[in-house]
């Protein structure tokens, strides 16, 4: 069936170190990835997203890597800020005519000061 | 620029009663989709609307449903509520059905 799973459930990094958090997926029609931010209480809020035509993409401190051939999405961030601190979802398309979005059980990053 | 909102934050009922929870995209958005986020869990997909219609939906039952307005907002209802039930209810707008789906703060609902 679809998944999305994440290998670490917990990650714990000292403020200032870079921060990696990967995710598995099983649904090779899916094009497109996202990793969402959440924190107590919040709604997902969007970090950053890759299309299946790239295998690396940029933002604001973060980067997000992509590799199909063993289906895997990393979401590195870098000089890691208490702000960080919250659950992170990766999310794939499920490939069909709509955007709908299959979500792993999240990474909860802990940053410690 | 208003982002998506939801309304109302938090919502208690009892078993069996029936609930309406609404959603405002964000400014130019036209899609709306519903998610139901259980405690410690990814948010699972409940359907999507577009174009005031419901374009897709997950694995639900009919006891939910949905609705989009002209105005592009929209409305998720449950019916017969279950203790199941309790959860945060999310919804999310992008343009069109393949674009990146923004999500509002959610409604907490708890069902007793």
């Known amino acids: 069936g679809e998944s999305v799973g994440l290998h670490l459930p917990t990650l714990s990094v000292q403020e200032g170190d870079n921060s990696i958090i990967n995710c598995a997926y099983s649904n090779s029609a899916s094009d497109y990835f996202i990793w969402y931010k959440q924190e107590s209480g919040k709604g997902p809020q969007f970090i950053i997203d890759i299309r299946s035509n790239m295998d690396k993409r940029q933002g604001q401190r973060v980067t997000v890597l992509l590799n199909k051939t063993v289906k895997h999405l990393s979401l590195q961030i870098a000089a890691t800020q208490p702000g960080d601190s919250a659950v992170y979802f990766c999310?794939?398309?499920?490939?069909?005519?709509?955007?709908?979005?299959?979500f792993g059980t999240g990474t909860l990053l802990a940053v410690q000061p | 620029d208003a982002g998506v909102t939801q309304s109302p934050t938090h919502l208690i009922k009892t078993r069996g009663q029936q609930v309406t929870l609404r959603c405002s995209p964000k400014?130019?958005?036209?899609?709306v989709s519903w998610y139901q986020q259980a405690l410690g869990q990814g948010p699972q997909f409940i359907f999507q609307?577009?174009?005031?219609?419901?374009?897709q939906r997950g694995n639900f039952p009919d006891r939910f449903s949905g609705h989009q307005f002209p105005n592009y907002s929209s409305e998720l209802n449950v019916n017969a509520l279950l203790l199941g039930d309790s959860a945060l209810y999310l919804c999310?707008?992008?343009?069109?059905?393949?674009?990146?789906?923004?999500f509002g703060p959610g409604t907490r609902l708890l069902v007793l």
């Open positions: 609307y577009y174009e005031e219609e419901e374009r």
């Open positions: 999310a707008s992008g343009v069109g059905a393949r674009e990146t789906q923004y």
């Open positions: 400014s130019g958005h036209d899609t």
């Open positions: 999310a794939e398309n499920d490939g069909g005519a709509t955007n709908k979005l299959i």
